[in-house]
């Protein structure tokens, strides 16, 4: 029989006229599906608007609410999960319920472009926050007080977490399980999303790796497609050169002009992408990874995969390192430890 649990804390999200049910989605599996499993109080979610009663989302469905911004700003938790508009200022209204929240100590998140709503609000100033990798710049403009790091999957900022493009969201609401309950019952609730357990805050979000816009140039795709099956062996430019039947020059030029870098770019970011599965699904030292797929040392390879990744090989394998013990353990009451922050620590819509 399953226990009966008293509610957790309260989390309020902000639905808005034409709004993505991805985002708000987001936020309801995490925090407003059940978790008996866990035999502790899960959290208290409700999904509210400016106005009470019908809000038009895409796709010319409509939820309706009757919850407004008194009961939004109440929250313990209190999540923006984007703006309608983020060349528009937040209503009166709003701003008023965002400083509220935050004056009374309430937790404030905003996914993608919600960081305009916080902004907006005066409540990011001299704070390093995310927002999607598009609107970096529009958001830099309209609030220069704000420092502006497009290049992350979140931050933490202790009372107020930012998170870039829509699927960040998720990254960064995992991040808030693991912060109140600790990394199994947080990897027990991504497993049961079927999602990565944990990608550090501090991650890119994206890696550049273009691929040839000229399908019928059969040489140069010859090329790469064979690089990208000896990963593990020196090459150079020269190499790949011959293998397309060409100049090294002309490959050169051939090379930037269907795909926009260079062919040592290229190779050191498929290089990376490929170390990743070795990293998630092997024991292997960090040094047999940089050698099984191509790079001469460890020192080059963590050089290049913090440049790509934003964070270090260790600390994403360490991301993968929960045991089958811990989730059976996750019903276990402890004390949760607060996980490291990608604001101390070194892809959207």
Not at 154 to 160: E, F, K, P, R
Request: net charge neutral; glycine share 8%; hydrophobic share 45%.
């Amino acid at each position: 029989m399953l226990q009966v649990h008293s509610r957790g804390p309260s989390v309020t999200v902000l639905a808005f006229d034409g709004m993505a049910i991805f985002e708000l989605g987001i936020v309801t599996e995490i925090f407003g599906l059940p978790r008996p499993e866990f035999d502790r109080p899960w959290y208290d979610l409700t999904i509210c608007a400016e106005t009470p009663g019908p809000v038009r989302v895409i796709g010319g469905a409509s939820l309706h609410t009757g919850h407004g911004l008194d009961t939004f700003a109440a929250g313990e938790t209190v999540i923006v999960p984007g703006v309608p508009d983020v060349r528009a200022d937040p209503s009166p209204a709003l701003i008023a319920a965002l400083r509220s929240a935050h004056a009374r100590g309430a937790r404030l998140m905003s996914i993608c472009s919600g960081a305009f709503a916080l902004a907006g609000a005066g409540l990011l100033d001299g704070r390093r926050v995310t927002t999607h990798w598009r609107y970096a710049e529009i958001l830099r403009a309209r609030y220069p007080a704000v420092h502006v790091d497009a290049d992350v999957l979140y931050l933490d900022d202790g009372d107020v977490l930012t998170s870039a493009g829509s699927a960040a969201g998720l990254d960064l609401c995992l991040h808030v399980v693991r912060r109140d309950h600790g990394p199994a019952i947080a990897n027990a609730v991504a497993r049961r999303l079927v999602v990565q357990p944990h990608r550090d805050g501090g991650q890119a979000q994206f890696i550049e790796a273009p691929v040839t816009e000229d399908p019928e140039d059969d040489r140069l795709a010859g090329s790469m497609a064979w690089a990208l099956g000896h990963l593990a062996e020196p090459i150079t430019v020269e190499v790949l050169a011959r293998r397309a039947h060409m100049s090294a020059r002309t490959y050169l030029r051939h090379f930037a002009r269907a795909t926009g870098t260079t062919p040592i770019r290229w190779l050191i970011d498929q290089r990376v992408h490929a170390s990743l599965a070795l990293l998630e699904r092997t024991g292997s030292p960090v040094e047999e990874v940089a050698a099984a797929v191509g790079f001469d040392s460890a020192v080059t390879f963590r050089h290049h995969f913090s440049r790509a990744m934003r964070t270090s090989p260790s600390a994403y394998r360490k991301a993968f390192s929960s045991s089958a013990a811990d989730v059976t353990r996750a019903g276990s009451p402890s004390r949760p430890p607060v996980a490291p922050s990608a604001s101390r620590t070194p892809h959207g819509r």
